[in-house]
């Protein structure tokens, strides 16, 4: 007869296995990311036209040239003078005599005058203007930011 076979054997207890039984929990994060309007902000640009008178002074120059016969025998070339605000360019000439002789055919003056007046233009000037503004939510009321004058 095996030792199973005895029937005092059969109630008494199995030895307890050397096997340890733990539960295991996983958990599993998941991130993401959501888009969600809090608010807008919206910039509009301005531009300001104007006529607006600007003074200037303007500078202009008219010259004369004036012709002045002279026609008389000199000894010798003198150079270009200035007489005040005229230049004085004198013109030789040989001419036949009896014998050659240097004479002063004429001069030519150049006088400069200078003009100067004051004027006033008027001239389209552009000045521009930004408007920021700013709304609370989707579909808030559209409100100006301060600005930061």
């Known amino acids: 007869m095996s030792a199973d076979d005895n029937p005092e054997n ?37 531009v300001h036209e104007e006529m607006q008178p600007v003074r200037i002074r303007l500078r202009s120059e008219h010259v004369e040239v004036r012709r002045v016969p002279i026609n008389r025998p000199v000894e010798a070339r003198t150079q270009t003078r200035r007489e005040g605000n005229t230049l004085v360019v004198p013109v030789f000439e040989y001419v036949p005599v009896v014998k050659m002789q240097l004479t002063l055919k004429e001069e030519v003056h150049i006088t400069t ?13 552009n000045s521009e203007e930004l408007v920021v503004e700013r709304r609370e939510g989707a579909s808030g009321e559209w409100k100006p930011e301060p600005s930061a004058d």
Do not use: M, N, Y
Not at 35 to 40: A, F, H, Q, Y
Not at 114 to 123: L, P
């Open 10 to 46: 059969a109630h008494a207890p199995a030895d307890p296995p050397d096997e340890v039984l733990l539960s295991a929990i996983e958990e599993k994060l998941t991130v993401g990311v959501r888009t969600t309007e809090t608010g807008s902000v919206r910039v509009r640009k301005f």
């Open 113 to 125: 005058t200078e003009i100067v007046e004051d004027v006033e233009h008027q001239v389209l000037t």
